[in-house]
């Protein structure tokens, strides 16, 4: 079993910055893709940045330029730094990884619980 701890959300104001972490435990052979994604009231959840072992990365249009996804392949660890935020960027951001568990297994996808950002105008 895999868990997803997120940390970092909270309230900030339009023009503010926030980091999020998403550390993954438990049964961990390799993680292919770790990704955020978020999901507003009436909304769908949507894919906000993404980033591979090897560094590759991806981003939403909404956020290219303001939000920067890295991670330390060592800590089994994605961070989301989000730089000039704005009230739209309110939502539920959720961290996921596609995880292999051991060299025998098939890769899972899992999700972490959630963690509220919200910016205020």
């Known amino acids: 079993q895999v868990q997803l701890v997120e940390s970092g959300g909270g309230l900030v104001q339009a023009g503010g910055s926030l980091r999020l972490s998403c550390a993954a435990s438990?049964?961990?052979?390799?993680?292919?893709?770790m990704g955020w994604y978020r999901q507003a009231p009436g909304k769908q959840r949507e894919l906000v940045a993404a980033?591979?072992?090897?560094?590759?990365?991806d981003y939403a249009d909404s956020v290219k330029g303001r939000f920067t996804i890295s991670r330390d392949n060592a800590k089994n660890t994605v961070y989301l730094q989000m730089n000039s935020l704005k009230p739209e960027d309110t939502a539920v951001y959720y961290c996921?990884?596609?995880?292999?568990?051991?060299?025998?297994?098939?890769?899972?996808?899992?999700w972490g619980q959630g963690t509220q950002v919200t910016v205020s105008s």
């Open positions: 438990g049964s961990i052979f390799s993680i292919s893709v």
């Open positions: 980033v591979t072992s090897g560094g590759r990365t």
């Open positions: 996921n990884a596609f995880v292999t568990s051991d060299y025998l297994s098939n890769e899972h996808e899992y």
